[in-house]
Nanobody, 124 residues
Framework: QVQLVESGGGSVQPGGSLRLSCAASGSIFSINDMGWYREAPGKQRELVASITKGGSTNYVDSVKGRFTISRDNAKNTVYLQMKSLKPEDTAIYYC??????????????????WGQGTQVTVSS
């Protein structure tokens, strides 16, 4: 069993900061790409930022220069540091990771996992 558990969401005023964390646990063999998505009311879920196992990052244009994604491979954790938050950043943020997991005597297998989501609200 593998799961992703997120923390760090909340409410903040425009211009404020928040840091999201997402920890993977379970019978993990390896974790490849990790990322953060968000889903605002009435909008489709979008990729906000992603990071490879080697540390290469990618961001949606609207957050470049304000958000920073990072990961701690020893802790199986990915972070999203968000600064200069805007009302349009309000959404449920979801952690995502492609994880290869142990299957007992069988060869490890991979699957795409999602966290439960954490609400970020930016409002004055």
């Amino acid at each position: 069993q593998v799961q992703l558990v997120e923390s760090g969401g909340g409410s903040v005023q425009p211009g404020g900061s928040l840091r999201l964390s997402c920890a993977a646990s379970g019978s993990i063999f390896s974790i490849n790409d990790m990322g953060w998505y968000r889903e605002a009311p009435g909008k489709q879920r979008e990729l906000v930022a992603s990071i490879t196992k080697g540390g290469s990052t990618n961001y949606v244009d609207s957050v470049k220069g304000r958000f920073t994604i990072s990961r701690d491979n020893a802790k199986n954790t990915v972070y999203l540091q968000m600064k200069s938050l805007k009302p349009e950043d309000t959404a449920i943020y979801y952690c995502n990771a492609y994880i290869t997991y142990y299957r007992g005597s069988y060869l490890p297998s991979g699957n795409n996992y999602w966290g439960q989501g954490t609400q970020v609200t930016v409002s004055s």
